[in-house]
């Protein structure tokens, strides 16, 4: 159940910053919280997996974009593409 709703997340995520950064739709709130939760779990799997480490770098970005620091359309589409390709190998299997 976990291998599918952790992909899911991360399409979500990439949604919420993709319309934050281009429209400013989502409040700070959703923002921090998706960021928070990108980042925590590129903390709990840095060990394992060099991409929790760039979801990790990712993270503290959508973070740095909550607090309104930091909001490059480039960089938060890199970023999409990076979580929403991510999600998609994760999501389709591989026999």
Known sequence: MIFYLLPILDMVTATVL???VHFGIFPFIVVLVH???LSMKGVLFARSDFAS???LL???YII???F???AN???ALIITI???QKAVFALVPLR
């Open 73 to 75: 359309a480039t960089a």
């Open 53 to 55: 480490k760039i979801d």
């Open 35 to 37: 960021g928070l939760y």
């Open 64 to 66: 740095l974009v909550a």
């Open 68 to 70: 309104g620091l930091l």
């Open 18 to 20: 993709m319309l934050h």
């Open 58 to 60: 990712c993270g503290l």
């Open 82 to 84: 990076w979580l929403v």
